[in-house]
């Protein structure tokens, strides 16, 4: 009975390894091992770039970096050969400013000296875009992501500019009349230094300076006296026009009381010339009723009359 039992075991031992029903499991487990694998490596076989981004395509049997980059979508790819790097393209902006905390790690204002050697800490930003086609060759100078290359090469390069710019101006005109220029001047060169690498610097502004205080208190000390020096210089205008005014008023009172003496004087030279003896008793005889005077004395007076 168990030799029975042992050759029948025997027989289905050998038919699943050779016969029609052990071909058929063999390639059952093919085909789930194929499609396990291929459920693992579909995914990955297959890339989806973002919107706003591009996909940087990386060799990973040669190591070098394709020049083109993807567009946003969908794409497919060997998972086994290559790889991609997703790099934003919209417009960002680097803000680099002190921490609220003193002495925090995270601390990323901008130290840089006057011309006259004197400390300014300033918080700043820059609005920037990559251009898409360099996206591929700023992967391959910096092999980091983009927000390392920002709080790195970028900050360095905006430290630099600013160094350059504030290194040439006194402390007074940065934190007055030229703190526009020194914002245009640090913008030029920051476009200039960062377009070779993909950077489209959009705009660059300083957020707040902060210089020590004993220059604050001696550049408002001199506003005050400038000030102070500017009221009286209008003042000391105002009492000369008023001074030029009362003049130029007092030589038309002058002026005019002798055009009136001239006139008069001329219409008494006129009036003298004009009254003639016979005019005088003309117009006595005028205004004579025909009585003869009352008078007292042995005069007589007598009115003489013109002859014919």
Known sequence: MVSVVSDRFAQMRGGAS???LGHAAIRLAAVVVGVIVLLVLLPTTVTYIHPGHVGIVISRTGGGVERIPLDAGLHTRNPLTTGIEEYPIYMQTLVLAKAPNEGSPDNEEINVNSVEGQPISLDVAMSFELDAMKVPELYSTFRNNIDFIQHN??????????????GGEAIADILG???AEVVNRTQSLLDKRLSPYGFLVKQFTINEIRAPQTVIDAINAKNVMQQAA???????QKNEFQSQGDSIKAAGHAKAILAEAEAQAKANHLLS???????VTYEMAKKWNGQMPQVSGSAIPMIQMPKP
Request: proline residues 9%.
């Open 153 to 166: 090469y970028v900050k360095q390069t905006i430290r630099q500019a600013l160094q350059e710019v504030i």
């Open 177 to 179: 009349p030229k703190k």
């Open 273 to 279: 010339e004009s009254i003639t003896p016979t005019l």
């Open 18 to 20: 050779g016969g029609p």
């Open 230 to 236: 500017l009221t009286s210089q209008n003042e000391l």
